[in-house]
């Protein structure tokens, strides 16, 4: 199974967006799926959590302003990114929670400009 993040960009801050993370093969043999990001200089960090019976978990920083759901049948990872903040820039990453390194991808690249 490989893990293909996308949808990052550049956005000004209090904009929105929608990260995709699609798995090649079933992620059903993934029972929690998280989000994780990286900012220059700093620790991989996991931000939210989703279990395949859809239970959602935050980081405290991101509460309220993000959203991730599965769709299990499209082996898709969604995160819904709104109210972003020039804090939120770094490089996103989905994986398994607790993480497997086979899996890390490319990530995919989030700027929020103030």
């Known amino acids: 199974v490989q893990l293909q993040a996308s949808g990052g960009g550049w956005v000004q801050a209090g904009g929105s967006l929608t990260l995709s993370c699609v798995a090649s093969?079933?992620?059903?043999?993934?029972?929690?799926m998280g989000w994780y990001r990286q900012a220059p200089g700093k620790q991989r960090e996991l931000v939210a959590t989703?279990?395949?019976?859809?239970?959602?978990n935050y980081v405290d920083s991101v509460k309220g302003r993000f959203t991730i759901t599965r769709d299990n049948a499209k082996n898709t990872v969604y995160l819904q990114m709104n109210s972003l903040k020039p804090e939120d820039t770094a490089v996103y990453y989905c994986?398994?929670?607790?993480?497997?390194?086979?899996?890390w991808g490319q990530g995919t690249l989030v700027t929020v400009s103030s």
């Open positions: 989703i279990t395949y019976g859809a239970g959602t």
């Open positions: 093969g079933s992620i059903f043999r993934f029972k929690v």
């Open positions: 994986n398994a929670v607790p993480y497997l390194n086979p899996y």
